[in-house]
């Protein structure tokens, strides 16, 4: 039963990755790579993410860590945007449990309390 089982898995991971060549879109579900990342950690016994999103990563302290879940991620990406987007002001509030990592990597990108 279990030989069936990852006998199945190989076969899908195959036809993921053919359908990706081809050129068709992935999703975590049909990314190979994500899937096989995926496996390992799982294997390596790291928990998935609690958050809506999917992944996995090392324990910290025996817990998933905070800045690892797709919640977290998922603000990164919004405030990415607001920075990368020309003419839009992005205020030292708005970065959240960022703002250390950012303010020191792009210190002049972001307004200060009282700047135009």
Do not use: F
């Amino acid at each position: 039963m279990r030989a069936q089982l990852i006998k199945n898995t190989i076969a899908y991971l195959c036809q993921c990755q053919q359908a990706r060549t081809m050129g068709h879109p992935v999703s975590y579900l049909t990314d190979p790579a994500w899937l096989v990342n995926v496996a390992i950690n799982r294997r390596a016994g790291w928990p998935d993410d609690p958050s809506l999103s999917r992944g996995s990563a090392m324990p910290v302290n025996g817990r998933y860590p905070r800045k690892a879940s797709g919640d977290n991620y998922n603000h990164l990406g919004l405030i990415a945007y607001e920075i990368n987007t020309p003419r839009l002001i992005v205020r030292e509030a708005r970065l959240g449990e960022w703002r250390k990592l950012i303010l020191k990597r792009l210190p002049d990108r972001i307004s200060k309390g009282g700047d135009l």
